[in-house]
């Protein structure tokens, strides 16, 4: 997940992952300047934080985070569905 530390939406996909139980990667776009340019690379040019790979599927924000979760597609992708 890429993030800067100051981000609310940052950390409300940050609560939402560990209740859940989830271990994730941060990647501070911020303390790791170039993680910005990887992280826009990989999210076909979005640039807003967070930007949320589970596996090698781009998920989106948090916002999608927690669509995904609400139609209960977060669990069968964190379960490998």
Not at 18 to 32: C, M, N, P
Request: charged residues 25%; proline residues 4%.
């Amino acid at each position: 997940m890429y993030t800067t530390s100051w981000c609310p939406y940052c950390e409300q996909a940050r609560d939402l992952l560990r209740s859940k139980g989830v271990a994730f990667v941060e990647l501070d776009i911020e303390a790791e300047p170039q993680r910005r340019a990887e992280m826009l690379e990989r999210s076909g040019g979005q640039h807003k934080v967070p930007q949320i790979f589970i596996g090698s599927h781009h998920v989106g924000g948090a916002d999608e985070l927690q669509a995904l979760d609400s139609t209960g597609g977060l669990e069968a992708l964190l379960a490998g569905n």
